[in-house]
């Protein structure tokens, strides 16, 4: 039989989309950069994931939404205004993700924009570690900068930091739940 007809007669068909997973969980970062996360937007995560800022290292889902929850605390309007998107396949099942954009901010009524590169790992569908390189630079750590152990202190600071912001959002607690 033809698979064509076959599918006719059930009434419903999959095929084999050419859709990138970035497109799927483009409107979900939108949400979490303009300020407007709902708990479904994480769904995106694999339940270990981590997210890192030059301010912030976040490590799970619980202290992603609370790094993406307290935006609107500290920004009066956040988003991304831009982006151009490439993907790739890495391996089998795994995925790299790179959005070139352009984010605005405003904080006490001053507008700021800024260039940024969201850099997205990807393991069987969920996301598995999210980067957000400010002016297109790598992230400064122990393997980037030019004395270990500074970079050893940068990351700490921004785990401290996290840490501190991750207390004050209720420890991950969706806004919608409380």
Request: aromatic content about 8%.
């Amino acid at each position: 039989m033809d698979p064509a007809r076959e599918c006719e007669g059930k009434g419903a068909c999959e095929l084999k989309s050419n859709k990138r997973f970035a497109d799927k969980i483009m409107p979900h970062l939108l949400n979490l950069y303009g300020s407007s996360a709902k708990a479904n937007d994480f769904d995106m995560y694999a339940p270990n994931a981590s997210f890192e800022d030059p301010l912030t290292h976040a490590q799970g889902v619980k202290q992603i939404k609370s790094a993406f929850y307290s935006l609107p605390k500290v920004f009066g309007e956040s988003k991304i205004v831009e982006y151009h998107i490439q993907e790739s396949e890495t391996s089998p099942g795994k995925k790299e993700i790179l959005i070139d954009n352009k984010q605005h901010y405003k904080i006490m009524g001053r507008n700021i924009d800024m260039i940024s590169l969201i850099k997205l790992y990807v393991e069987d569908g969920k996301i598995v570690r999210h980067e957000d390189w400010w002016d297109k630079k790598p992230l400064r750590n122990r393997d980037t900068v030019s004395f270990p152990l500074v970079g050893r202190v940068m990351e700490m600071g921004r785990r401290g930091l996290m840490l501190a912001t991750h207390a004050m959002m209720g420890f991950g607690k969706d806004p919608d739940s409380q």
